[in-house]
């Protein structure tokens, strides 16, 4: 059986890609229905700003454990992310995570960015549904100078 070999590269437009990792984490039991509610609110904030065509370019929903929810981000710059991150819906759920930690002091809260230039981001995808970048980039067969990760990057000695 031939394994489908697949490469994927950021949208034209997208010259340096902001990449966020955020996360929310029940540090006692007492929060672990917040996290869930949160986790949604994050979800439909998430749908919301792809829909309105605000910069997310997709956002991918990850959980380590029981406790600890969050969200891989792919925003098209950091604008387009701090231009929504002062505004509905965002603006409402995080208020409601930094009034608990204030009060109650049973949750936690994170976020990394990460500015990624274009010509820093490689991707291979091996027998895999769209995810990650796949999901809204330019799809490709990974042959020739798209083969290994070395060349996709451009760093292949001579």
């Not at 010259?15 to 949160?38: D, H, K, Q, T, Y």
Request: proline share 4%; charged share 25%.
């Amino acid at each position: 059986m031939a394994m489908r070999r697949a490469v994927a590269e950021l949208p034209e437009s997208v010259e340096e890609l902001c990449l966020v990792r955020f996360g929310l984490v029940a540090r006692r039991l007492s929060a672990l229905l917040l996290v869930r509610r949160l986790e949604r609110d994050v979800a439909r904030s998430s749908c919301a700003a792809m829909a309105a065509g605000a910069g997310l370019l997709g956002s991918d929903r990850f959980a380590i454990g029981w406790r600890h929810v969050g969200a891989l981000q792919y925003w098209s710059s950091f604008g387009a992310l701090d231009a929504w991150s002062h505004g509905t819906p965002h603006a409402a759920w995080w208020r409601a995570a930094v009034d608990r930690m204030r009060t109650v002091g049973d949750l936690g809260v994170y976020h990394e960015a990460y500015l990624v230039p274009r010509k820093n981001v490689e991707t291979i995808y091996l027998d895999c549904p769209p995810l990650g970048v796949a999901a809204f980039g330019t799809m490709a067969e990974a042959v020739g100078p798209r083969t290994t990760a070395r060349d996709r990057l451009g760093r292949r000695s001579t």
